[in-house]
């Protein structure tokens, strides 16, 4: 019996299949300094595990509004809108299983098969998979190297718009790269956003994680309310992974189709889990402040020993928990011409686990630069130390 043929244009998550292969040297009895998934190894703080429980106590067990609590859609109304400078409204916050279905709930909600959607690459690879497998064309938008770490080329972004262009994907703290854009960059991508009328799904899940300065958001900008769809996510910030918690916050004609997927496709988030939601959000966060302070420290670490490593550069990013450094030099230093076994023989000669720039899109035409992606978000300091250490001593080898 033959399977749908449109599974064919489903990718993946290709994060976990490092993990796999991390998992299987462990299992042989070698240690593991697992740099390859963005996870959090930070407790979530305890009043919001207490708020999920006193729900589960209270009965809140059963079916909700698949646009999710009235409380939880006012907390994130609010909450969203005054980080922004914005005035939302709970008809314009639709509550998901984390913030990954917001991705393919915007592409099933915008796009028609055919219709060309913008997205960026590297970046996150579930962009790309779901516009192709609900039929559209993803065009890919590349990052140039700059003084700062990457920046957009806007000039591609422009010669990529046709009139088959329906939207374009903004991952501003982008994962994997680490990148910010500058208020010009932000300003260019809504400028192009309005002369074409592009929708965009502007996906802010590190928006307040970050070490210092203050965030913005494309949303804010003039023009851009009516046309953004803004990715939120409580995985990051409170340290939720595993929860799945997450929302949409967009023009209420979107919202309301965004619901309507939601009835078809999960019914309704965990009903008890968006009470954790609501207290992480209008109670004690002193939690994120402390752990933002861990993934501070952990970030020098990591920044300051892959750039003392011969033929290693990492620019250290202001928000998230990616690193993305520059291993060209350290390649050729070990005579390996291919990213894939560069970080295969990493892990076998020193435990270290990490993914590389082709587990986030398809390279693009003119790209002379190797990168890996480090994420420092679920390994302790101390075993950084250990990790960088075992890791430099190979590539000075």
């Given at each position: 019996?033959?399977?749908?043929?449109?599974l064919?244009?489903?990718?993946?998550?290709t994060?976990f299949a490092?993990?796999?292969a991390a998992?299987?040297w462990?299992?042989?009895g070698n240690?593991?300094?697992p740099f390859?998934?963005?996870?959090l190894?930070?407790a979530?703080?305890?009043?919001?595990?207490?708020?999920?429980?006193r729900?589960?106590?209270?009965?809140k067990?059963?079916?909700?509004?698949a646009?999710?609590i009235p409380?939880?859609r006012?907390a994130?109304?609010?909450d969203v809108g005054a980080r922004?400078?914005?005035?939302f409204?709970p008809?314009n916050v639709v509550?998901?299983p984390?913030?990954?279905?917001?991705?393919t709930?915007?592409?099933?909600?915008?796009m028609?098969p055919?219709?060309?959607?913008?997205y960026?690459?590297p970046?996150?690879?579930i962009?790309?998979s779901?516009?192709e497998?609900?039929?559209?064309?993803?065009k890919?938008?590349?990052y140039?190297?700059?003084?700062?770490g990457?920046?957009i080329d806007?000039?591609?972004?422009?010669a990529?718009?046709?009139?088959?262009t329906i939207?374009?994907i903004y991952?501003?703290?982008?994962?994997?790269i680490g990148?910010e854009?500058?208020?010009a960059?932000?300003e260019?991508?809504?400028?192009l956003?309005i002369?074409?009328?592009?929708?965009?799904?502007?996906?802010e899940a590190y928006?307040?994680?970050?070490?210092?300065?203050?965030?913005?958001s494309?949303?804010?900008l003039?023009g851009m309310?009516e046309?953004t769809v803004?990715?939120?996510?409580?995985?990051?910030k409170f340290?939720?992974?595993?929860?799945?918690?997450?929302?949409s916050i967009?023009p209420?004609?979107v919202?309301n189709?965004?619901?309507?997927?939601?009835?078809?496709d999960?019914?309704?988030?965990?009903?008890f889990?968006q009470?954790?939601g609501?207290?992480?959000?209008t109670?004690?966060q002193?939690g994120?402040?402390?752990?933002?302070?861990?993934l501070?420290?952990?970030?020098d670490?990591a920044?300051?020993m892959l750039?003392?490593?011969?033929?290693?550069?990492?620019?250290s990013p202001e928000?998230a928990?990616y690193?993305f450094?520059?291993?060209?030099?350290a390649?050729?230093n070990?005579?390996?011409?291919?990213?894939?076994?560069?970080?295969?023989q990493a892990l076998?000669a020193?435990?270290?686990?990490?993914?590389?720039r082709r587990?986030?899109?398809?390279?693009?035409?003119g790209?002379?630069?190797n990168?890996?992606?480090?994420?420092?978000?679920g390994?302790?300091?101390?075993?950084?130390?250990?990790?960088m250490t075992?890791?430099g001593?190979?590539i000075k080898?």
């Open positions: 019996m033959a399977l749908a043929t449109r064919e244009k489903l990718g993946t998550e994060a490092v993990s796999q998992a299987e462990g299992a042989k240690h593991i300094f390859h998934l963005g996870d190894n930070i979530t703080s305890r009043n919001i595990v207490d708020a999920m429980n729900a589960i106590a209270d009965g067990t059963g079916y909700c509004p646009a999710g409380q939880l006012e994130l109304a609010n922004r400078g914005l005035n409204s008809a509550v998901q984390g913030g990954k279905p917001v991705i709930k915007f592409i099933q909600a915008v028609n055919g219709d060309e959607v913008l960026p690459n970046g996150y690879p962009y790309e779901q516009i497998y609900f039929g559209g064309v993803a890919a938008y590349r140039l190297p700059s003084s700062t990457f920046s806007i000039d591609q972004i422009k990529s718009i046709t009139p088959k939207a374009i991952n501003d703290l982008q994962n994997p990148a854009s500058t208020d960059e932000r260019a991508i809504a400028e956003a002369k074409h009328n592009l929708w965009v799904l502007s996906d928006f307040e994680m970050r070490y210092s300065g203050t965030s913005k494309i949303a804010s003039p309310l046309r803004i990715l939120y996510t409580f995985s990051k340290a939720m992974t595993g929860w799945r918690l997450g929302a967009a209420v004609e919202s189709m965004i619901a309507k997927l939601n009835t078809n999960e019914s309704c988030t965990t009903h889990v009470y954790g609501v207290e992480g959000l109670g004690d002193s994120t402040a402390v752990m933002l302070d861990t501070r420290e952990r970030r670490v920044v300051n750039n003392a490593m011969p033929g290693v550069s990492v620019h928000a928990f690193l450094p520059d291993v060209t030099g390649m050729q070990k005579g390996i011409d291919d990213l894939a076994v560069f970080a295969e076998h020193t435990g270290v686990s990490f993914c590389t587990h986030f899109g398809r390279p693009q035409p790209e002379e630069r990168y890996v992606r480090f994420a420092f978000s390994i302790n300091k101390d075993q950084i130390e250990k990790g075992q890791l001593d190979w080898k």
